[in-house]
């Protein structure tokens, strides 16, 4: 019903805004052992109601990216490329120092030069012409997987698109079509009913070769790059069936990586996400999934505002805004601003087209 999709809407909008600002604090830091006891320790500090929001923690480009998104979906009637570059562009000069890729920057620059007049040009010559294959595409993905939800061909076009803005390469294209596919999945599930994660992995497998084999029309080396996605879900499932045990999260560092690449995180944040449905993380201790989500990705090490960010988006999709800890909620950055975002997202999605 309206009233549980606009819940939705907000829970994966503030899941993604969560997991970025108290994810950053963690970006790249050394993980041990004791270092995952003062995550648990972290969290449980911030989730006291008496404590002050002061300062406040903050979000990164992910954020800064994914508001332009929801921006660019509520303020035309229908995508406009060479908008969004200009809001990307605009939000980026404005605010340079929110620890955005080292090589988009570069997009920026020449998207400003030409005044955004051909959105598409300037990322077809990042990496010597290769394009991009870093997690940018994914992370600000989740706006698209909400408006589109219930439009999947018109999702992927505009998910795609729109990755394009900033990143060309397969992987990186990919990457943020399996985190939109993953989002919109999340989204159409009532949180009532529990999901069964090896269903609901198979299900993304199932979509997402479908994606990469182009619905099976040409034969395809596994080994290849266009085989990528679907070989990482694989594993997604495999561990799925694992007990937890000392090695666990090492091995889920190896095989699914916790990099700034998207080949290397997307994959690893819809496993935070299936992973913390179930509560048999021995140093995770919490009753709360969305908490338990985040602090996971977190606790992985890496790229954690990134991977925190996208599980944190596929999970408050699922749960809705309800499920989302307030106390949490209350130290993260403009977290009223989204709020006002998301609902501007359902409006608009919502809105009768016009008939001209
Ligand atoms: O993908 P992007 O927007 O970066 C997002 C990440 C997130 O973790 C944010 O939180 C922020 O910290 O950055 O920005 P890009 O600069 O396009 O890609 C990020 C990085 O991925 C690059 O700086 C490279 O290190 C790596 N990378 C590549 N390396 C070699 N060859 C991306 N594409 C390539 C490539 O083709
Ligand atoms: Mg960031
Ligand atoms: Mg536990
Ligand atoms: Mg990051």
Known sequence: DQITMRSKFRGAMLGSLMGDCL????????????????????????GDPNLKPQPFKK???????????AKFLI????????????????????????GYGENVVEVFCKL?????????????TQFNGQGSYGNGGAMRV????????????????????????????????NGALLQCIAVQQALMIDPKNKINAKKFCHEIFKKIRFLETKGGQDRHDVESEECTYQLKMK???????????????DEVIICLG???????????????????LDDDIPYIKTDDIYRRTIQYAISLGGDTDTIACMAGAICGAYLGEDALNKNLMKHCEKYKD???????????????VNEY
Request: net charge negative; proline share 5%; hydrophobic share 40%.
């Open 23 to 46: 994810g950053a604090p963690y970006e790249f830091c050394d993980i041990t052992p004791g270092t995952k006891m003062q995550i648990q320790k972290y969290f449980d500090d911030l």
């Open 235 to 249: 594993i997604v499932e495999n561990f799925l069936s694992r007990k937890f045990d000392d090695e666990f999260d």
């Open 142 to 173: 989740a706006p698209v997987a909400l408006f589109y939800h219930s439009d999947y061909q018109k999702m992927l076009e505009v998910a795609e698109k729109a990755t394009n803005v900033t990143h060309t390469h397969l992987l990186g294209v």
């Open 112 to 124: 400003r030069d030409t005044k955004c007049g051909d959105a598409f040009s300037p990322a077809k």
């Open 75 to 98: 303020d035309k009637p229908e995508p406009d490329f060479n908008f969004l570059a200009k809001l990307f562009v605009k939000e980026f000069f404005s605010e340079p120092r929110r």
């Open 338 to 352: 989204i709020i006002e975002l998301a609902d501007n997202l359902f409006d608009a999605h919502s809105a009768p």
């Open 59 to 69: 979000y990164t480009d992910d954020t800064a990216m994914l508001k332009s998104m």
């Open 258 to 276: 916790n990099g700034v690449s998207a080949h290397e995180s997307v994959a690893t944040a819809i496993f935070c996400f299936l992973k913390a």
